[in-house]
């Protein structure tokens, strides 16, 4: 169970949730939600040190909110150098904001039994983007050489799901064919 917010991660929840209840498709809410998260990004005072702490072995999660109707989830990720995802893709609309340091996305398309890689986003620091299923294969991974944290939001109940992760991939990956027009 998450332990009680800060102050300043209270507004952040009041901010998601107003942007959740407006309605509308997932990628307006997803879309509404990342700019929420955005205003909020650069607060030093959003997480406590406990909400900081890394795993030595793989990315940590901290479950930071989950509103009571299930509506939607704010959990924190702390990387340390080197850790990543596996190949996978998501339950619900997806809005990720990085926190401290930098994240790299690298998206993929599932052709047949296999993955082509897509593209590779660097997202820095008090920067937010959003995924929505379908279509929203994707590896997360630090490859910096310090510490990141993101903080996610999700349009389900990760207290009860654990994860957001709806399927993982472990399929081989193909390189992207090469524009042979130039």
């Not at 498709?25 to 959003?46: E, N």
């Not at 990760?158 to 064919?177: C, H, K, N, Q």
Request: include cysteine; proline fraction near 8%.
């Amino acid at each position: 169970m998450p332990r009680l917010l800060s102050p300043t991660a209270a507004l952040l929840v009041g901010d998601i949730r107003a942007a959740v209840t407006a309605g509308g498709d997932d990628t307006a809410v997803a879309a509404r939600v990342a700019r929420a998260l955005t205003g909020h990004l650069t607060d030093q005072d959003l997480l406590d040190p406990a909400h900081r702490e890394p795993d030595p072995d793989h990315y940590r999660q901290h479950l930071l909110h989950v509103e009571p109707d299930g509506s939607f989830s704010v959990v924190a990720l702390v990387w340390l150098p080197g850790q990543e995802t596996c190949i996978h893709d998501h339950v619900s609309w997806c809005v990720v904001g990085t926190y401290v340091g930098e994240e790299e996305e690298t998206t993929y398309r599932l052709v047949g039994d296999r993955l082509i890689p897509l593209q590779v986003n660097r997202t820095p620091q008090g920067v937010a983007s959003y995924l929505v299923p379908p279509g929203d294969i994707h590896k997360v991974c630090n490859h910096s050489d310090s510490v990141a944290i993101s903080i996610h939001v999700y349009g389900a109940d990760i207290g009860v799901l654990g994860t957001s992760i709806r399927r993982r991939y472990d399929l081989p990956v193909v390189p992207r064919p090469r524009d042979e027009s130039h």
